[in-house]
């Protein structure tokens, strides 16, 4: 793990959706090694990918940035991008930064799972 | 040095804090005379790696200022966001560049009370009106974290600094505590606290 980073990431497969769990920190360092995981997700063609960050305690923007940048992808890919378990800090700079409209998001795994 | 926090790596300071007494004391390093009578005065490299350190300082000082949960990890974000762009775009991630956090608690006669945050640099300078967050609704990666810092603080300014360098104040005033409510209100249940 490069100098400073907090990050590790889960990467699990279910039927046809991957689910990423990154866990610890996305602060500046920590976005290149989150946005080489969700750019493995997105490699697996899965038509669904749940981005599960019920274990991230921090996140600023370059972290949202790479989130944006994955929308991007699903939308050009006909991928659906399920964000999940987000807790009220991270939540807020979504709020912040207007994108809590622009994603999908689910309280909780289990709920994104379950989404059709 | 007495009661300062430092760690050093090849004989050069990466993360310093001191108190105010050291601050006014001078020490002949700190060209930032600005900073003197600080409260708190942090000094660190360009590294990714301490903005974590500037981050949970300005958190546990203004939870001890009596701020709100939220508004404690919101300004913690803003000093993030505003060292994030100092790396990236100012040094362009030159990791042993020098960068000064100053804070001050605000406590004058009718004003309601907070804490200013001073933020320096030695990077290359731009003109203050060019440094803008992007338009939201235009959705695309970056751009973010000007947004964010003037969102969440009450008031940012930025200029340049006589000699070199940027400087970034941020004023963050304290909302009056709801009757029957405490500081820590806006952390449901804990749930996700960034202690």
New interface residues.
């Given amino acids: 793990m490069p100098?400073?980073q907090t990050l590790q990431v889960g990467f699990e497969t279910q039927g046809e959706t991957v689910i990423v769990s990154p866990q610890g920190?996305i602060?500046?360092?920590e976005a290149t090694v989150f946005r080489t995981w969700l750019r493995k997700a997105h490699d697996s063609k899965s038509p669904r990918i749940i981005v599960d960050l019920a274990k991230v305690?921090?996140m600023?923007?370059?972290g949202?940035?790479?989130l944006?940048?994955s929308?991007?992808i699903s939308k050009r890919s006909k991928t659906r991008l399920i964000l999940c378990g987000m807790?009220?800090?991270?939540f807020?700079?979504f709020k912040?930064?207007?994108?809590d409209t622009?994603f999908e998001i689910c309280p909780n795994l289990a709920a994104a799972i379950s989404k059709a | 040095m007495g009661g300062a926090v430092r760690k050093t790596i090849v004989g050069r300071p990466v993360l310093r804090l001191s108190t105010q007494e050291e601050s006014s004391r001078g020490n002949g390093m700190n060209p930032v005379d600005s900073m003197k009578g600080a409260h708190v005065r942090m000094e660190l490299l360009s590294s990714p790696v301490y903005t974590s350190g500037a981050r949970d300082m300005v958190q546990a000082v203004t939870r001890r200022m009596g701020f709100a949960e939220l508004d404690c990890s919101q300004i913690a974000l803003a000093v993030d966001e505003a060292l994030c762009n100092i790396m990236r775009h100012g040094y362009e991630n030159k990791p042993d560049q020098p960068i000064w956090v100053g804070v001050w608690p605000v406590d004058e006669p009718g004003v309601p009370g907070g804490i200013r945050i001073v933020i320096e640099d030695v990077a290359r300078q731009i003109e203050p009106e060019k440094i803008k967050g992007r338009e939201l609704h235009d959705v695309k990666p970056g751009g973010l974290g000007v947004h964010v810092i003037k969102e969440v603080m009450d008031k940012v300014t930025y200029e340049k600094r006589p000699g070199g360098g940027m400087r970034l104040t941020m004023i963050k005033h304290q909302k009056p505590v709801p009757v029957g409510g405490s500081a820590s209100d806006g952390c449901e249940g804990g749930k996700g606290c960034h202690a």
Avoid: F, H, M
């Fill in positions: 100098e400073g920190e602060g500046y360092s305690d921090y600023n923007t370059p949202v940035a790479t944006v940048e929308l991007q807790n009220e800090k991270v807020a700079i912040i930064a207007r994108l622009v």
